[in-house]
């Protein structure tokens, strides 16, 4: 059996410590360089989703949070009528949260939505982010369900191999519906 030599244990174990810190330090660095960037762009995508879900809206007011977190902002057009609102809410997914931003128009139609993030799996789940997806909602009002088959009236067609995702972007979108209704009193 062979003697430990306390070298033998040292420099190694200094080594890896001072590559360690060396590795951590460096990705703190980078974090706070980036950080500021990832913020910004982060509110920029929001903002150029806006537009897409609500076209009719030029503006944009405030942002007001509801107690579900729920978010919500009262789009307006060129001379300053509201037009409608545009609200944003996650539900859990295959891999995770999947966040949504949905508009509704005056007439408590869905004018748009756009999928801000997920992490559901590529080519299956991660196809919510397709407009032929995404268009399945347009026009729709009210409670929505899931159905594997049909995309009429209150059914929302389920991407193939996707109910999971399907089933979150529905619920958040029955989140976001049932806000709009406790916002507007169901008025049109």
Known sequence: M????LKEILIPTIALLVICLVATSLLAFTNSVTMEKIAL??????KASRM????????YGEVTTLDSGITYCIGTNEAGEDVGYVFTAGAKGYGGTVSVMVGIGKDGAITGLEILSHAETPGLGANAVKPDFK?????KSGELTVDKNSNDGQNVQAITAATITSKA????????TAAYEEITGGAN
């Open 135 to 139: 268009d399945r909602f347009l026009g």
């Open 2 to 5: 062979k003697k430990m030599n």
């Open 41 to 46: 762009n982060a509110v920029e995508t929001e």
């Open 169 to 176: 972007v529905v619920s958040a979108v029955n989140e976001i």
């Open 52 to 59: 897409l879900v609500l076209p009719e809206g030029k503006e």
